[in-house]
């Protein structure tokens, strides 16, 4: 089965910096695409940045010029740079991984919290 653990999460002030990498193991037949999700209270949980196979990528309008996301082929994980972070930037992150035959995998997310 697939398995997506997130890590790198943390509490910083407005303006720092955080990587986030998901770590990927188990069976994928065919890879569509993977990205990262984030959900604040009270809010749906919405499209970050997402990477298609074989590496076009998309971000959503709030994140663009500030994330970046990558895969690491050697290390076996999708990795999310977040630079000049913002308060509204706080919220649980969350994996995800799609097959080209609509399977969806999700991690357990990790908290990213913004303040001074």
């Known amino acids: 089965q697939v398995q997506l653990v997130e890590s790198g999460g943390g509490q910083v002030q407005p303006g720092g910096s955080l990587r986030l990498s998901c770590a990927i193991s188990?069976?994928?037949?065919?890879?569509?695409?993977m990205g990262w999700y984030r959900q604040a209270p009270g809010r749906s949980r919405d499209a970050v940045a997402v990477?298609?196979?074989?590496?076009?990528?998309n971000y959503a309008d709030s994140v663009t010029g500030r994330f970046t996301i990558s895969r690491d082929n050697i290390e076996n994980t999708v990795d999310l740079q977040m630079n000049d972070l913002k308060t509204e930037d706080t919220a649980v992150y969350y994996c995800?991984?799609?097959?080209?035959?609509?399977?969806?995998?999700w991690g357990q997310g990790t908290q990213v919290t913004v303040s001074s």
């Open positions: 990477i298609f196979n074989p590496g076009h990528t």
């Open positions: 995800y991984l799609q097959t080209r035959g609509s399977s969806g995998y």
């Open positions: 188990g069976s994928i037949d065919n890879l569509n695409y």
